[in-house]
Every structure is written in C-alpha cells, then in structure tokens.
C-alpha cells in the first residue's frame, strides 16, 4: 500500500515536518534562553550585594572611634545603624525571594513553549481543513521536533567552522603581508 497516493499528502508531509522542525528550533531557543537567565539568577543570588554590606560592617567596626561621644549620642547612632541593617536586611531578603520566584517561572518556559508549539499546530491544522490527524502525522510532527535538536547543533557547528575558517584565512593573509613586509625591509 502506498502511503502518500496524491500530491495533497506530500503537502502535508512537508507542512508536518517543517512544522516539527521549526517547533523543535523554537523549544530549543527557549531552553537555551532558560539556561541564561537562570544563570544570571543565580549569579545575582551570590550577588555583591550581600559581600559590600558586610565588607562595609566589617571595616566600620575596625575603625576606631576619633571622637568622643556621649553615652546617648553611642545609643542613637547604634540604633541608626541598626535601622539601616534591618533595612538592607529586608531588601536583600525580598530581592532573594523575588529572585527565586521569578527563577521558578523562568522554569516553566519550556513546558509553556511545548504548549504553545503543539496548540500552533494543530491551530494550522484546523485552519487548513486537513480534518482528523491521523497518527502518521503526529509521528512525522513529533520525529521532526525531536530531529531539530540535532539540526540545531549541526547547524551551529557549521556556522561555528565557516567563522572559524574565516578568521584562520585572515590570519594567514595578515602573516604573509607582514612577512613579504620584513623581506622588503631587509
């Protein structure tokens, strides 16, 4: 039995596979935009927020007193600092746990564009009028999706070793300038 008997089940062929492809690119992009915002998170978690504050404390407490004051004015200016503290202590508290409820959205990016990918989909299917999917079709879509990822990496190697070739030819270039410049010279 033939599979594909007339022209109309190329077409859908193509459109599932170039469907699966372009959804796949799009998780992939997400994924990998997942990863760096997640990294930035975590880098702005260590934060030198957290290091200037104490590093701050640390040498006002080795700073001796130049003047003398009175035990209210000590009083006063304790409690000033201990304002202070509680408040960077709040901010950095409330930048730490915004910091972690955003990571934890950031998260679910990738499930969201799996949703998104799938729901264009079968959005362009209805608006086709291809009908009933058959599952044919959802294999072809869901091989297609997972075959991106490779594309994907091929595609950068590829792009990777044409830049690289590049930069190597203009090296070399340069070199045989500067060397048919010092045979000049001499």
Do not use: D
């Amino acid at each position: 039995m033939i599979l594909f008997s007339n022209f109309n089940h190329i077409t859908i062929l193509c459109l599932f596979v170039y469907m699966g492809l372009i959804s796949g690119l799009f998780y992939k992009l997400v994924v990998n935009f997942k990863n760096i915002l997640i990294k930035k998170i975590k880098k702005a978690l260590k934060g030198p927020l957290n290091e200037k504050t104490t590093k701050k404390q640390i040498n006002l407490q080795r700073q001796p007193q130049q003047q003398k004051t009175t035990p209210k004015e000590q009083e006063k200016t304790l409690l000033k600092n201990k304002i202070k503290n509680s408040f960077k202590n709040f901010l950095i508290l409330t930048k730490n746990i915004l910091l972690k409820i955003t990571m934890f959205f950031i998260k679910l990016f990738p499930h969201s564009a799996i949703i998104l990918c799938i729901s264009i989909s079968y959005f362009i299917n209805y608006n086709l009028n291809f009908g009933y999917l058959r599952v044919i079709y959802v294999l072809i879509w869901l091989c297609s999706f997972f075959s991106a990822k490779s594309l994907y990496n091929l595609v950068a190697n590829y792009f990777f070793a044409f830049y690289n070739w590049v930069i190597k030819r203009k090296n070399k270039k340069c070199q045989n300038q500067t060397i048919i410049i010092k045979e000049k010279q001499n």
